[in-house]
């Protein structure tokens, strides 16, 4: 069973930054897709990017320029890095994980919905 732990969520104010991690167990390199999601309570989750292996991320068009995800096989996390952060990105932060490889991984940015695991989530909040 594969298991998904977010952290490093918490309070920050508008214009400073974050990095969200997020460990998985068991993790083997080249066996999942690997995806960062948000959701604010009553809308649908919302998708930042995927990344799989050694590939660059994907982002969603909403994502890109702010938001930065990367790996480290070694240490089984993932992470995403926000800057300029803004009120609006006030959600509980998810990573997720699907077994598959980069060619179905590279065009699941927006699809939170194929995802087999998932976190419990990490709660970010962005005062102005």
Same mark, same amino acid.
């Given at each position: 069973q594969v298991q998904l732990v977010e952290s490093g969520g918490g309070s920050v104010q508008a214009g400073g930054s974050l990095k969200l991690s997020c460990a998985v167990t068991p993790y083997t390199v080249g066996i999942y897709c690997m995806g960062w999601f948000r959701q604010v309570p009553g809308k !649908?989750? !919302? /998708?930042? /990017?995927?990344?799989? =292996?050694?590939?660059?991320?994907?982002?969603?068009?909403?994502? *890109? /320029?702010?938001?930065?995800?990367?790996? =480290? =096989?070694? *240490? =089984?996390?993932?992470?995403? !890095?926000?800057?300029?952060? *803004?009120?609006e990105d006030t959600a509980m932060y998810y990573c997720a994980a699907a077994r598959a490889g980069w060619l179905w991984c590279r065009s699941r940015a927006a699809k939170p919905s194929d995802f087999t695991y998932w976190g419990q989530g990490t709660q970010v909040t962005v005062s102005s």
């Open positions: !649908e989750r !919302e /998708g930042i /990017g995927v990344i799989a =292996n050694d590939y660059s991320p994907i982002y969603t068009d909403s994502a *890109k /320029g702010r938001f930065t995800i990367s790996q =480290n =096989n070694a *240490k =089984n996390t993932i992470y995403l !890095e926000m800057s300029s952060l *803004k009120p």
